[in-house]
């Protein structure tokens, strides 16, 4: 009869061992060995040390559980329970989310991080949550520059004329035909043979893409116009943030934010790499201190997008009227 009872008591504690750690599974499009990567690693032990092990989160990399779209929806269903997302793709369930897509509406990425972490990611947030989304911390994805093969690209004037390959989006479209460009979506793989043959004059991209594709070879002449920066948000499910007590959901919370701080950091190194990579390749790098004739040149841009979007008119403004 001991031996039952303390047969007993061993399976009841293991049992309850079982029910108090949870492992939390976060998807992540990216391969181990790049910031947003550590970011979410960095996130997973603070979670682990501060709750004492009772939540853990594994991070999947590689997009291993599925794709970016089906991810997102994955997240607001509760099969996965954390991430880190594009706002691009965000933006189809979050409308809210599309107003960091406009070109430049943000002036710099110090200033991206300052709205983002106060009024203008509140008011994402608001919207996320609505659509079972928590954000949790608001990740680098660099600014998007243009590179040619022809000259720098200094003013809005020294876009017309030239085929510039863009993202299939009727925003970035815009963008280049609002500077008398002619804008070419096509798929990113395609972009090193189409500058190399003259399909396209030119494209766009952060730093380290267009380093690490080799686009350099073949276009020589990168602008800092960064008329694209696009956060990214380390998300948590808010089935699985409901299931947390108030203290665990503080741990997370606080968790998100310092992971995002690291994997900042980790981005800002990552980009300097790069830039020094290409001036070692004797790429011509221009920087462009007033960036207002491109935001001046945005406003057909700006007013198609607040017709199609009147809701969206006070975000858009929030975001200008900021320093």
């Known amino acids: 009869?001991?031996?039952?009872?303390?047969?007993?008591?061993?399976?009841?504690?293991?049992?309850?061992g079982s029910v108090a750690a949870e492992e939390w599974r976060g998807w992540n499009i990216h391969v181990e060995d790049y910031p947003v990567s550590h970011?979410?690693?960095?996130f997973g032990a603070l979670v682990e040390e501060r709750t004492g092990g009772e939540l853990t989160a594994k991070t999947f990399?590689?997009?291993?559980?599925?794709?970016?779209?089906?991810?997102?929806?994955?997240?607001?269903?509760?099969?996965?329970?954390?991430?880190?997302?594009?706002?691009?793709?965000?933006?189809?369930?979050?409308?809210?989310?599309?107003?960091?897509?406009?070109?430049?509406?943000?002036?710099?990425v110090p200033q991206m991080y300052a709205l983002m972490d106060g009024e203008l990611g509140a008011a994402i947030g608001e919207g996320m949550r609505a659509r079972g989304i928590v954000p949790v911390g608001w990740y680098a994805a660099g600014a998007r520059s243009f590179y040619n093969g022809e000259a720098p690209i200094e003013t809005p004037e020294d876009v017309a004329g030239m085929k510039v390959r863009v993202m299939n989006n009727d925003l970035f479209v815009g963008m280049i035909e609002a500077m008398g460009g002619n804008a070419t979506p096509m798929d990113f793989a395609e972009v090193y043979q189409s500058l190399r043959t003259g399909v396209v004059d030119g494209a766009e991209n952060n730093p380290p893409s267009y380093e690490s594709t080799n686009h350099y070879e073949v276009a020589k002449f990168y602008s800092l116009t960064e008329h694209l920066i696009i956060p990214e948000c380390l998300c948590i499910s808010l089935k699985s943030w409901d299931a947390l007590t108030p203290e665990q959901q503080e741990i997370v919370?606080?968790?998100?934010?310092?992971?995002?701080?690291?994997?900042?950091?980790?981005?800002?190194?990552?980009?300097?790499?790069?830039?020094?990579?290409?001036?070692?390749?004797?790429?011509?790098?221009?920087?462009?201190?007033?960036?207002?004739?491109?935001?001046?040149?945005?406003?057909p841009v700006y007013d198609a997008y607040v017709a199609d979007n009147p809701d969206m008119a006070p975000l858009v403004e929030m975001i200008r009227a900021a320093q």
């Open 61 to 108: 990399h590689s997009g291993v559980l599925g794709s970016q779209p089906d991810a997102i929806e994955q997240l607001r269903l509760g099969v996965i329970d954390f991430g880190v997302f594009n706002l691009g793709p965000m933006g189809q369930s979050v409308p809210e989310a599309n107003v960091t897509l406009l070109p430049f509406i943000f002036k710099d």
């Open 39 to 42: 970011g979410m690693e960095r």
């Open 253 to 299: 919370a606080e968790a998100g934010r310092e992971s995002a701080t690291y994997q900042r950091e980790l981005w800002d190194e990552r980009e300097a790499a790069s830039l020094e990579t290409l001036r070692a390749a004797g790429v011509e790098i221009n920087e462009i201190a007033d960036k207002s004739a491109f935001q001046e040149a945005m406003t």
């Open 1 to 16: 009869m001991r031996g039952i009872l303390l047969g007993c008591a061993a399976a009841i504690a293991m049992a309850g």
